[in-house]
Structure formats: C-alpha cells, structure tokens
C-alpha cells in the first residue's frame, strides 16, 4: 500500500483514538479526518486539497512529517482564521465580495476562451519553415570583427609606433610597449566588437574597424577622446544564418501566441455582433465631460 495511504489512514486512526476518552457529541465521526468547531474534514476532502497544491507543495508532503505540517499549519490554520474571519462578518464585507465576484467572472470567462482556443494555436510545420525563410535577418548572426589596437596620447609617439610599424614590427609587441590603456597587459587585444556596440564618440573607431577585410589588415590612424589609434584586424565572423533546427522551437512559440490571439479577438468580434448592445451616449458624453475637468487640473 502507498506509504502516503497509510500515513493518511493512520493520521485518521490517531485522531479518532485521541477523541476516544471524550464524550460521544465530541467523538470525531467514521469518516471525519478532523472537527474544527462545527466544521468537519473527511480524508476523502483533505486528500482533494492536497491534490489540488502547484508542484511544489506536493513535493513537500511525500513524507509524514510534511503531510502532517500541511494539515495542522495550512488546513487547520486557514479554516480557523477563515471561521474568525466570518464571526468578525468579513464575509458580509463589500468591497470583498465584489472582489471575489471579480475573481469569480474573471476565472469563468478563462475557462471559456481556454475551451474555444483549444486546438486554434498551434502552427504547422509549413508555417514555421515559412517564418524561418521570410525573416532570414531575424535568425542570422550579426557580423563580428576581432580587434587588437595600439592607441597612444601624443604625436610624437604615434609617429614612432608607426615607423616601427613600417619597419615590420610585432603588432602586439608594439601594443604592450606603447599602450596607455588596460590592454597593454594583452597586447592590445579588444575582443570582438559588434555594429552599433561602441558610444557615438567611438563612430570613426567602429569605421575603421569595420572597414578592414582581412586578417592581419593595419587601420588609417583614428583619433577619439583616448588619443590616437591604430588597428589591426584578428579575426571575423558572422552574418550566418542559424539552421532551422536551432530555431524552430521558438518560432513555433511565437506564432503559437500569434494565433491565438488572433483566434480570440476573431471570437470576441464574433460574440459582440450576437450580442444587443446599447450605449447611452448622452450619459456617457457627460462623464468624458468630467473626466476631461479632472485631467485639465481645474480649480
């Protein structure tokens, strides 16, 4: 038998033994898990409740201790504030029964779009293969450049890095002797840089950047609020679409909550043209009159 079974029969056992030495009004009944005042609790009921707990409640009652704890710190307790709550006529209170009646309307009207959306959302395997080909720049990877910079603060240097340069000289030894900034450490290395990436300041060093097409191509000098730079492209990559497989999920989702939504503001037009709908346009002239009073601040 389930372990949680025996818990359950035994937790009944233990209560109706406790209740024994009492006098027969307060003997808890043949199905009666527990009496709180006059309200009682089958194991039939609790096991529904404990049913009805997300994922991570249940997790919590595969043992005894858990199963026990979710009986007396959530049962008892919410059905013992609940019962002061009514003594207290909080279940006579206005503004919460509108509250629940709000609550209520809104669940009824989920169940309902839910049942009429069933089936409606899912797109096929055609209309993901077409998203995936009329949107190619939405899938592909932007284009990415590896760059390794010298950058100096005074002319007088810049001039001899370039001759140095002219000379034939290491690029990045050149970067970790004459570097100003943190990356002489690394030889000048700036990583990979994207379109877009660096401030508006940095747009002549983004040009430069991007204008050179093969490894090992040296830059014209560009000057930014760093001082003078030079440089040299590493690597290149990118502008490579993503195969389909890698992306066929998402589209699949994103076309999933497209039709849905489609499907359920085509059916709330459609409920609205069956409807009688009639407006008072007199009265509803006089209240955006009086809206537009409050929103121009009148005294």
């Not at 359920?264 to 043209?273: A, C, I, P």
Request: aromatic share 8%; charged share 35%; with cysteine.
């Amino acid at each position: 038998m389930d372990k949680k079974i025996l818990f359950l029969l035994g937790l009944f056992l233990c209560f109706t033994i406790l209740n024994c030495g009492k006098s027969g009004k307060d003997e808890l009944g043949k199905n009666e898990l527990v009496r709180i005042n006059d309200v009682s609790l089958s194991l039939e009921e609790f096991r529904q409740m404990s049913e009805r707990q997300p994922l991570e409640g249940k997790m919590r009652l595969l043992d005894e201790k858990g199963m026990r704890d979710f009986l007396e710190n959530y049962v008892i307790t919410r059905e013992v504030l609940y019962q002061e709550a009514k003594k207290r006529g909080f279940d006579k209170n206005k503004e919460i029964l509108q509250k629940v009646e709000d609550f209520k309307r809104a669940m009824i009207i989920d169940g309902l779009i839910e049942e009429v959306l069933k089936g409606k959302g899912e797109p096929t395997e055609g209309e993901i293969q077409q998203y995936y080909k009329e949107n190619v720049s939405l899938f592909t990877e932007p284009l990415e450049v590896k760059i390794r910079h010298i950058v100096v603060n005074s002319e007088p240097v810049l001039k001899e890095v370039l001759m140095r340069l002219s000379k034939g000289e290491s690029f990045e030894k050149l970067a970790a002797t004459y570097n100003v900034d943190r990356t002489r450490e690394d030889g000048g290395n700036l990583g990979y840089l994207r379109r877009g990436q660096l401030a508006p300041s940095f747009a002549s060093f983004e040009e430069a950047a991007f204008s050179l097409k093969k490894k090992g191509d040296i830059s014209e000098v560009v000057r930014t609020p760093y001082g003078f730079h030079i440089l040299q492209l590493e690597e290149m990559r990118g502008t490579t679409q993503r195969p389909f497989e890698q992306v066929k999920e998402r589209i699949r989702l994103f076309l999933q909550a497209k039709k849905r939504q489609e499907a359920y503001l085509n059916y709330v037009k459609e409920v609205k043209s069956k409807a009688n709908i009639m407006i008072n346009e007199t009265l509803w002239a006089m209240e955006e009159q009086k809206g537009g009073k409050k929103g121009t601040g009148s005294k």
